[in-house]
């Protein structure tokens, strides 16, 4: 069972990013996501949220507008599309997989927006 995130990396303020979140060993659609993020010295927030099968996504109004939560169940991921990117939101980006008491958490990647 494993969370993989990826997409991450280095763009300038008005950039876009789409970050994937891949599952292994299990179906993603069956589990609630979350796209969560943590920048140095601060708590992890969450970010965009969707629900088990095909349920709506929501965002926080940080990000509202700009992040666009989705899913591909044939390919068994999740994405999260970053437009409009801002310096504050450089973190540590990780996608949370939630189904009853079941939890899993991906490693993470950087993202990094330069003003």
């Known amino acids: 069972v494993q969370l993989v995130e990826s997409g991450g990396g280095l763009v300038q303020a008005g950039g876009s990013l789409r970050l994937s979140c891949a599952a292994s060993?299990?179906?993603?659609?069956?589990?609630?996501i979350g796209w969560f993020r943590q920048a140095p010295g601060k708590e992890r927030e969450g970010v965009s949220c969707?629900?088990?099968?095909?349920?709506?996504?929501y965002s926080t109004d940080s990000v509202k507008g700009r992040f666009t939560i989705s899913r591909d169940n044939a390919k068994n991921t999740v994405y999260l599309q970053m437009n409009s990117l801002k310096p504050e939101d450089t973190a540590v980006y990780y996608c949370n997989a939630v189904r009853g008491v079941l939890g899993y958490w991906g490693q993470g990647t950087q993202v990094t927006v330069s003003s």
């Open positions: 060993g299990f179906t993603l659609d069956d589990y609630a």
């Open positions: 969707i629900r088990s099968g095909s349920g709506s996504g």
